[in-house]
């Protein structure tokens, strides 16, 4: 790709009336150059079961190629058509919800044979219909792919066996997963009960990591079908979505993504936010650098909201700062779901482009200025390349570890893991400093001269002596709650706490409460970040009483009893520091903590009083540095230029050291400059 | 009928000790004349299957007719016996939540054959049983009939067949209910997938508009049977029931009261409400009105609640002013349900008139005032004709459009389609403006000068051009949200909005949002009533962007991005005008809108002042108008009374025009004048 | 026993490592001299069908042995093996929620044929191995059995054949439980419909006495089994536990406590409850006088928390005051859940005494200085003796039969039962006057100057009629809310209220409803104590309109409506005298109500001013009295000893009459001195 792809999906299936001309005319009317089509149409081109019909492909790729649109056609297997859920009902999941029914997306059972065995025919079908067509420029391997929670008994046998291959013996399971609590021993693999009813929170977390298995494997027989019939000039991608707080919010529980990345050319991911006066970028940078850090390389926004829900409806300004915010990530495309709005299914309300009376809108003129702007200086923007010293260390292992039952272990709690990695992660954003997002099968730390690593509820014994060696070798290590404690088996290991890590954090701890009227104080000598931060609701939901070993205590609990214990501690360990946070803390505090952290790692945060101005940047293929100033408010803001003298690009202006940037509200401003 | 029906439901069967002749006393010398029986007592009068015993009917009926009380005789078919139960499992409905079990009411296949084989059997032969007693007045069909969500594969069938009909090729149907949508297209009628499962709105939607039919087929199958029994004298009525909110709040989703009450002979209700603090009389008026129009005439009000619910027990004087407020909406007989309270069952805590101890009480002593009050002036009161100049358009087809995924797309909210009727309901009521609810089958709209349409979300082609013609023709017009938005199958319309209507209303919007911070603006001079408004809170849940073409600005909104689109309109469209509101304002600004309606439209409210005084006024048969005073206050309120000359005739007392009409605590006041 | 038990529950099966001399050594240490073992542990003590390993329990006892560790060995019929559930699902009990699935303890069906089959021999097989050890000085029966809301159609088939023997005949329980209602009434025994769909409150209140006698039948038949394997010196016990509000709250619905007593030679227990800043002693006063009531004798506190939850996590000094508070109530034994915490299962979270390291913490070490103690004192606080003159009849047929439906009937209560049973039990509580807690069965209520009885919803005439004689007999009998008002079928009675008593308390009424914006007010020549009673939110969730005939008024309602009722009255009846408080109260007045009735009493309260400092007492064998001083609050209190000169057990210091005693921050003194 030799552009930034800017486009929208587009389903000639759902149109109530022919726009197809139409259509292709407006999109590339708005400077947009890139359509989506096919995933979620089985039943349109698969009207009944061996009748197939791509004429709705063909004439929409044939109509996007007489106006110089590209095209990426995804595999339309995440929907099943009526009758293949009439004459094969094994195909709907048995989850723990029991059996579903026929109507959502998503609800079939992706190991099933008869699934797989009309899928793979569909999908043949398909790409033997686009081959002729040089403007398909890539190819989606089904879409949002997860497990769908599948659990029946087919799948269960399928995990026993996993289960029996890893552990040999019914022995070494009941040990490592402890099963002799209540009675649940086994004697023999037959005997293994129905993991939907378990207590046990080891053998639940093995399941999680089968099904997440399941899922890359089904994405990689997808990807060797594709391989097939695809030229070297396609690229292959997915449309990866993240742990749903009602937008797209954290590490994704369901798929292990870094795994499941190998089936891709280039990957891909969608990403929801909210808007209005909730559009802070944060989803778009954790998002973002997540899905950028799975291949190390850019990526594509396949999807993003253009209208989304009602309460979305975007302010003036907000879709521009938002496909530029992508771009700032290190996206190489953004493309909205869904060009129009639909007239009819449960999405009718989560509106595309267009409104539903087809007709150009104050939206639609919006995204026409941001075509022609990419037009103009997308060239500039393409292939950023990130440098970021800081990253943090996620695993969905130890989210849905602590899933099953509340870490948190008090009524009313409704946090989780994501909760503490985007604690962190939101930190950063506010303090301007970029960070990557990295997993435990990642290669090599010692990349990063900060690394935080957040509820590490459960991890190897070889993960945590990486992240020792990390911290032996010079690295920065900040700690946060829970890490190492338990095993791989979500085993809560019987050794001193942090495990594996007490003297690399120079503490240990015993206990672990929920702090009620608990405040945090801070010597200003050591935590000097600290002074001023208000001690009222400075901690919430968890507090490990930490005992500083060999430790500087950077902060101490404020309670009668818990006075004694320390909250926030660092120790010099080999070359490197180790940083630990015993407790869950108010923003403030987690970001002088973090700006903290940083200084002892040496990467300076220029930029961190900045907020809500967030600057991103990335060097360009010319080897000229890009940086974004993003407006995330509503309000006009002048900001200190504190870079090298460049250009800014969408303005076209010249630009000096020192110099204010004024950004409009929700504003942004690019700027090209020498590194 | 020739006297006002006042009495209550009466349980011979239920009494815990022989009581019949003491209970027809006490209900005699309370001065009510009427009983209401048999209904749901079925496992009583046919104890085993085959065995017939009525004794507790005919003992009742004979005793009654010994006091000088007329009786109705309910058929008993709204909860099935045991026995039915043990041989058909099949009665009890499959519903969407699965299959029932036996124990509550209403929980049977109002389609199932062996269930109309019994209730057929029972039916008659209660008829035969009751058939010799001239007290008998008229029969009860079943009672607040319901399809109890009956969803299982039976009815699904009948549910296809039904759509076979309405559309013939599946085609027809995929496009009008939008199939393509997530692959679920149907390629056959026999691959219809269960509705249950569906995701699709319009498929929902039509299940509904079936189900409702089944009401009224059912309704129409028992009056058959009862026109084969009934003297030419005995009425047919039926208990119709409402949404309920924890009270009886607005249009009843699940049936099509329009077109079930061709079942009757004459309309009946029930309707529950909140007392004490709580009473408004906003229920007694919405529901009656609604009641009132089904068949264009008086109606009965079958039960309302003596005690009701605990937090129910109504304070002194209440019970005499909520009889009379059912009067004053055109009732012909008020019922309590029921006598005596229950001494086993869920509903021991739903008290009747008497406690459980089943002795003279406060409330008992109150009731014997109402009676020997319509003794006395009930002739006067008897066939109060209506006149009123203003209506509210509802339409079950657009509650339950709007019901399987929230229009209102946003978490949290808890507003429906009701609370949209019911806010321009109560606005009239608080103005002390009678009006008529009336339905898209009504035949003539132009007998109104004022036509209130709130969120009109799913509606025909037909309809909507019956709303244009009316404003064309003179009419006032005033829609509130979402009229016209999809058509009869919920497929929103692919035109500019509101759809059919945009040059009536003179308007077209292509976006709407959740509102927050946002409040109203109007003009004085455009609308002066909104003087004074408060701007905050005063729009919620829902905004539409309007965007004025030829129609005036009455209010815009008061928001940084949304401050450019208009709130509420009006425009001059042929001989009327046409009003529309796209946003659900605070009750203040609702009112100010509907007066400056009235204005319009010509119609005087000149008690619009004197709420929490209610003024609701009738001609009787005499031509006399008869105008009631309701306090729905805890406290004295003077009003003056601004009508011709006449006689109060609680008091018997004559009053002249601008007399104050003192009225005590919850207290009532009946005026007989010149019209 | 001869000795105060101290000690807590040991599990080898779960040690995650060789530990068991290790440990043995740290409770002996610790002052401890008991552990509990074996129950919840059948697969490991039988691994395979029919394949037996007692070598955990056995080297267990041994060690324990070895250092003079007494051990209970509990049956370990509570969790059944996977084996079993693969070999016979039917074992997995049906409940109203559908079949259960394998994982969960307690979801069997205690009344399975299989199920106790396997039971009976795997208790067998553990009697005989463990019949050699002396040190084995007792057996606990199964743990915290309850009927597991068992209700499948076997278990319903015996309820039938119950309500058979029972009533004789349909016709009889038709009328008992007025199923004439909504056509349930039944034609035939054959023909009774599932219990659990029913919508009368007698049926399933009926079902919930029969399920709590299979739990008492349940513990018979094993107390059977026990007893042909136990030396006499031994004793039987079993774990009861308490309704379950997020902790130890009130009276047990699912077992009938004194009857399932019977199967035992000392009563047990387990008591849960909130520490730190909700630490308040009065779950461990609550439930520990109940349970010592069952057997009329001292008792057993077999579980009890060290850390708990997380959020349970004690603060200093807060063990240490647990223990002596339970022992305070006539505990002869303190058992901490459990000695470790677990490293697998849904228990991790709930910690034991050593934390999940394994080694000694702080917690450790406050136990050992209570062991400690105990070794020096603990023979004078072994078997103490209580004489309360003040008891609280509590019922669970009344609790159960409150419950399937509001008696509080409106929307949004969330209060039951026990929560009036609390207040008045917390009330005395406060006001330092101790308490019996006494039964429907308890043969002689005269034996108290003051008897207590809290919503006793569903009562026989026979047991009304013993309050009755009670009070005629000179007892000082405080009736609240709702006593009588069913009669043992939960059918309402239909005379005046309160029902049998209304001549006793002096008072009748009709009608009842939930208070708003209602106060209280006290005549202070009355109801002295009042003073100062502060109006506002005086009264919640109920009140009863009280017609006081005979008694005096001791508050009345304020309120424009409800103004003329009572809701508090006294009466003399006989030679006793009969309060009754009509509605909920704010705790400060129904502390105001306790005194006033103690002072009737002629029961001192001569701490009734020392909260949070609570004084408990009981005469030990020695015929000396031992007071416990026990400080509930962060604070230091200071507070005057008003007794006999004596002697502080635990500093040894002597100590005389109007001494200020000194009480650290949850801290306790113990006084032995004359009675």
Chains 1, 2, 3 share one sequence.
């Not at 929907?79 to 026929?102: C, D, F, M, N, S």
């Not at 089904?142 to 291959?165: C, I, S």
């Not at 050319?265 to 954790?286: M, N, R, S, V």
């Not at 292992?397 to 604690?423: H, S």
Request: glycine letters at 6%; a negative charge.
């Amino acid at each position: 790709m030799n552009r930034i792809l800017y486009g929208c999906a587009y389903y000639d299936e759902y149109m109530p009336e022919e726009r197809l001309e139409k259509d292709m005319e407006m999109i590339r009317a708005a400077g947009m150059n890139v359509i989506r089509i096919a995933e979620s149409t089985w039943a349109t081109e698969e009207p009944q079961e061996g009748v197939f019909d791509f004429s709705h492909v063909t004439r929409t790729i044939e109509a996007a190629a007489r106006h110089q649109i590209s095209v990426i056609v995804g595999t339309p297997t995440y929907a099943i058509p009526p009758w293949l859920a009439a004459r094969h009902p094994e195909v709907i999941a048995v989850t723990e919800q029991g059996k579903g029914k026929y109507g959502p997306r998503q609800n079939m059972d992706i190991t099933d044979p008869h699934y797989l065995f009309y899928a793979e025919r569909i999908i043949r079908k398909l790409l033997e219909a686009v081959r002729p067509y040089q403007n398909v420029i890539g190819f989606q391997l089904d879409n949002e792919t997860k497990h769908y929670h599948v659990a029946g008994e087919r799948v269960q046998q399928r995990f026993f066996t996993y289960l029996r291959e890893k552990f040999g013996t019914v022995e070494a399971m009941n040990q490592a997963f402890g099963f002799a609590y209540w009675s649940n021993r086994v004697d023999s693999w037959d005997h293994l009960p129905d993991v939907t009813g378990t207590i046990n929170g080891s053998y639940l977390a093995a399941f999680e990591a089968f099904r997440r298995q399941l899922v890359t494997d089904f994405l990689l027989w997808q990807r060797k079908i594709v391989d097939e019939y695809r030229r070297p000039d396609q690229f292959v991608t997915h449309n990866f979505d993240f742990a749903w707080h009602g937008f797209s919010y954290g590490v994704q529980p369901d798929v292990d993504h870094p795994r499941a990345a190998e089936a891709l050319t280039i990957a891909g991911c969608d990403i929801y936010h909210p808007t209005q006066d909730d559009l802070t970028g944060k989803e778009i940078a954790f998002c973002g650098n997540l899905t950028r850090c799975l291949k190390r390389d850019n990526y594509l926004v396949l999807e993003t909201e253009a209208q989304g829900f009602p309460e979305w409806t975007p302010y003036d300004g907000q879709l521009r700062l938002q496909a530029f915010s992508h771009l700032s990530s290190g996206a190489d495309g953004v493309m909205y779901w869904h060009w129009h709005s639909l007239h009819n299914g449960c999405e009718t309300y989560w509106k595309g482009l267009l409104s539903h009376d087809l007709k150009e809108n104050r939206l639609y003129r919006e995204a026409r200025t941001i075509g022609r702007d990419l037009e103009r200086i997308g060239e500039k923007l393409l292939h950023l390349h990130k440098r970021n010293r800081a990253a943090i260390l996620v695993s969905n292992q130890a989210l849905t570890a602590m899933g099953p039952w509340p870490l948190f272990g008090f009524p009313g709690n409704r946090r989780d893991y994501n909760d503490v990695v985007r604690a962190y992660a939101d930190a950063l954003f506010e303090l301007n400093v970029e960070y990557d997002v990295i997993f435990p099968e990642t290669a090599d730390f010692s990349a990063y001269d900060l690394l935080i690593v957040p509820a590490l509820y459960s991890a190897s014994d070889e993960l945590l002596q990486k992240l020792r060696q990390y911290a032996e070798n010079g690295g920065v290590l900040l700690g946060a709650v829970k890490c190492g404690f338990t095993d791989e088996h979500v085993k809560v290991r019987h050794v001193e706490q942090p495990a594996f890590l007490h003297d690399c954090f120079g503490i240990t701890y015993q206990e672990f409460t929920v702090p009620r009227k608990t405040a945090l104080h801070a010597d200003p000598d050591d935590f000097t970040e600290a002074k001023g931060l208000d001690e009222e609701n400075s901690i919430h939901t968890w507090m490990e009483l930490l005992q500083a070993g060999e430790a500087d205590v950077l902060a101490h609990y404020v309670h009668p009893s818990w006075g004694k214990y320390a909250a926030v501690t660092q120790n010099r360990f080999g070359k490197g520091t180790a940083i630990y946070s015993g407790c869950l803390m108010h923003e403030t505090w987690t970001k002088a903590l973090c700006l903290h952290a940083l200084k002892e790692a040496k990467i300076k945060a220029e930029d961190s009083d900045l907020y809500p101005v967030v600057v991103k940047c990335g060097v360009n293929q010319q080897g000229r540095m890009i940086r974004f100033y993003l407006n995330y408010s509503e309000k006009v803001q002048n900001v200190p230029y504190r870079y090298p003298d460049g250009e800014e690009l969408l303005t076209d202006k010249q630009i000096r050291r020192q110099d204010v940037i004024a950004l409009p509200p929700w504003g942004v401003r690019i700027i090209e400059a020498g590194q």
